[in-house]
C-alpha cells in the first residue's frame, strides 16, 4: 500500500544554485529590503509613501484599471476623490512590502503593537466557539499580513501564495 505524502504546507529551503551570479541581483534586493525592514517606521514610511505615490504617477496602466474599478464601484465619489483613494493605495503599497520584510526579519512582536486590528472580538468568538473562519479579501499590498500576525499567536491558518517567477524570492 502506498502512502501519499502531505503537501499542506510549503516550506522553503535554501539550495546551493541560489549562489549563481544570476541571481545576485535578486539578494541584492533582498538586502535592499532588508536594510528597509530595519529602517524605524516612523522614518521610513513618510519616505516609502512619497515613493509610492511617485510611483504611481508613473504607472499609468495600473492607475487607470484603479481609477476604472473606483469609477464603476463608486459612481457617486468624485473624480477627486477617487484619485485620492488611488494615491492612498500606490502609498501603503511599499510601506505594506516593507512591513513584510520586517515581519519577516525582526517578527511579530515588534509588529504587533503597530497593528489596530477591527472585528478581531468576531474572530476570538469565533474561535472560542471552535467556529471555522473563511476570510475572502480582496487582493491587496498587505492581505498576508494579519493572516501572518495571527499565525505568529497560534491561530490555524492556511493561504494560497502564487509562486514567485525568482526562487530566491
Known amino acids: 500500500m502506498e502512502t501519499k505524502k502531505n503537501n499542506s504546507e510549503y516550506i522553503p529551503e535554501f539550495d546551493k544554485s541560489f549562489r549563481h551570479p544570476r541571481y545576485w ?11 528597509i525592514a530595519l529602517t524605524p517606521p516612523k522614518f521610513r514610511d513618510p519616505i516609502l509613501a512619497r515613493l509610492g505615490r511617485f510611483a504611481g504617477r508613473l504607472g499609468k496602466s495600473s492607475r487607470r484599471r484603479a481609477l476604472i474599478n473606483l469609477s464603476l464601484c463608486f459612481p457617486e465619489r468624485s473624480e477627486a476623490e477617487r484619485e485620492a483613494i488611488v494615491d492612498e493605495m500606490f502609498a501603503t503599497a511599499p510601506q505594506a512590502m516593507a512591513m513584510m520584510a520586517e515581519l519577516a526579519i525582526r517578527g511579530p512582536e515588534k509588529i504587533q503593537p503597530r497593528v489596530d486590528w477591527q472585528g478581531l472580538e468576531i474572530i476570538e468568538e469565533m474561535r472560542r466557539n471552535n467556529e471555522k473562519v473563511i476570510f475572502l479579501v480582496p487582493h491587496g499590498w498587505a492581505v498576508d499580513i494579519p493572516a501572518m500576525l495571527m499565525a505568529s499567536q497560534g491561530q490555524k491558518m492556511a493561504a494560497m501564495f502564487h509562486n514567485q517567477g525568482n526562487p530566491v524570492f
Not at 541581483?25 to 536594510?35: D, I, Q, Y
Open 25 to 35: 541581483g535578486a539578494w541584492l534586493g533582498v538586502a535592499a529590503m532588508a536594510g
